[in-house]
């Protein structure tokens, strides 16, 4: 779980891994512990850091300093990134998919945590080769490096593109999604706010209760002056008293 660093511009950190390694000395086994750290604000930067120790505490805070010193500028387009790409890190391939909005970040454990961390919330991922945690956070790193925007390409070829198909799917998402309702303004994602509906209030339990014990005297009730009624109807009146013998 991504955990909040105290440091200016909100970075999160997230714990990749933890890997012990042991070596046998004159004296027995010497262990050591390396950690693989990933940070990230969630708006485009992002880094990682692999530092070892003998002590887990002491190695994923050096990892920390080497993944704040070493964070890269990622080019986001809405919640997905600007193109198709594919980074390696020896025998480990990743290819990073753009994806309309809705579709969520569809990856493993190690990629997912990334890309979170990096603020994509729309794309798909295949691995490819070694499966070495290490090797693919490395990779997306990789991949990550060598995306670019539209506008970046157009300047360095001087031609116009025009809109992406990226582009027009993202649009086309947001338009759909931001549908509205009365309230919502256009291209806008409706919240739980817009789209609340007001429910009935349920009897809180002391009401209910009292109401079924109401219902439960209802019959009783009722009967007692089923029989009152009957006592008055069998009584003689005043003018009909019986003669006396």
């Known amino acids: 779980m991504a955990e909040l660093m105290e440091q200016s511009g909100q970075m999160e950190s997230h714990t990749a891994g933890i890997f012990r390694t042991a070596a046998t000395v004159k004296g027995g ?21 692999h530092a070892k120790s003998t002590e887990v505490p002491t190695a994923i805070e050096k990892a920390e300093k080497h993944a704040r010193r070493g964070t890269i500028k990622v080019p986001l387009l809405g919640g997905t990134i600007p193109h198709e790409v594919e980074g390696r890190f020896l025998a480990s391939r990743v290819r ?12 493993g454990t190690s ?26 956070i490395k990779a997306v790193f990789d991949a990550l490096s060598q995306l670019r925007t539209k506008e970046l ?7 116009d593109l025009g809109e992406t198909d990226i582009e027009e799917r993202v649009a086309r998402g947001q338009r759909f ?18 789209v609340r509906v007001e429910r009935p209030e349920e009897p809180k ?16 009730e009722e009967a007692k002056a089923d029989d009152a009624e009957a006592k ?9 008293k019986p003669a006396d013998a």
Do not use: W
């Open 153 to 159: 390409i157009e300047e360095l070829r001087g031609v």
């Open 177 to 194: 999604m931001g549908t509205p309702a009365a309230g919502a303004s256009k291209g806008r994602v409706l919240t739980a706010d817009d």
């Open 29 to 49: 086994r010497r262990f050591s512990f390396g950690a693989m750290v990933i940070v990230g604000d969630r708006r485009g930067k992002i880094g990682y850091g």
């Open 96 to 107: 990073l998919l753009p994806a309309s909005p809705g579709t969520g970040v569809i990856a």
């Open 232 to 240: 008055t109807d069998d009584a003689p009146a005043d003018g009909d």
């Open 205 to 220: 339990p002391e009401e209910s209760k009292a109401e079924e014990a109401k219902s439960d005297d209802a019959p009783a």
């Open 111 to 136: 990629v997912r945590s990334i890309l979170e961390l990096v603020g994509v919330t729309d794309c798909m991922t295949k691995c490819y080769g070694s499966t070495n945690k290490v090797n693919v």
